[in-house]
Nanobody
Framework: VQLQAYGGGLVQAGGSLRLSCAAS????????MGWFRQAPGKEREFVAA????????SYTDSVKDRFTISRDNAKNTVYLQMNSLKPEDTAVYYC?????????????????WGQGTQVTVSS
């Protein structure tokens, strides 16, 4: 599975962005998908994950009620809708795929990684 993330950009605090991650290959629907982010000088952290069926999702506490992960298996695409953005959400966002059915929160579970898209939230 090859992953291509896009949709990042510069937005003011309180604004919204939607990230997309397009997957190539026929195994997308066999993978749990996740979003991670890495801010300058910080380690990569888990943001959100979705099971391969889309029936189960998981979020880190700091984005709950603001971010929504979803997927369209017919389009081989996973999305991250980000609302009420804060300056601390500024980071490079990566999508990732893990063979299996669950919404995995550990980056060690993921075999496939996209190249990242920059999200910058100004105050």
């Amino acid at each position: 599975v090859q992953l291509q993330a896009y949709g990042g950009g510069l937005v003011q605090a309180g604004g919204s962005l939607r990230l997309s991650c397009a997957a190539s290959g026929r195994t997308f629907s066999s993978c749990g998908m996740g979003w991670f982010r890495q801010a300058p000088g910080k380690e990569r952290e888990f943001v959100a994950a979705i099971s391969r069926s889309g029936s189960s999702t998981s979020y880190t506490d700091s984005v709950k009620d603001r971010f929504t992960i979803s997927r369209d298996n017919a389009k081989n695409t996973v999305y991250l809708q980000m609302n009420s953005l804060k300056p601390e959400d500024t980071a490079v966002y990566y999508c990732a795929g893990a063979y299996g059915s669950n919404a995995y929160s550990s980056d060690g579970a993921y075999e496939y990684w996209g190249q990242g898209t920059q999200v910058t939230v100004s105050s």
